[in-house]
């Protein structure tokens, strides 16, 4: 089951606060760029004069990538951290 996830065994019991505290900060992080980057999203995301091909499309889909990058790299990061806190 889930216990048995294949990258925990191999820690020593020594480095687990550790990697608790590292997932964590990097959880926080991951969560505050997330914000931040909502928040500024009309600034990063909306139409720029100076790029070519600069139409609703081509900026919805950027901001969609960064999206599921983003969302994905959380849920791992999540995955991961609560691996840990388990262990």
Do not use: C, S
Request: aromatic content about 12%.
């Amino acid at each position: 089951g889930m216990n048995n996830f294949p990258t925990m065994e191999g820690i020593e019991p020594a480095g687990v606060p550790a990697l608790r505290v590292v997932f964590t900060v990097a959880v926080i992080i991951f969560l505050f760029a997330g914000a931040f980057i909502w928040r500024r999203r009309h600034q990063f995301f909306d139409r720029d004069p100076n790029v070519q091909n600069d139409i609703p499309a081509v900026r919805h889909n950027r901001e969609e990538e960064i999206l599921l990058v983003w969302g994905g790299l959380t849920t791992v990061l999540i995955f991961i951290l609560i691996q840990v806190w388990r262990a």
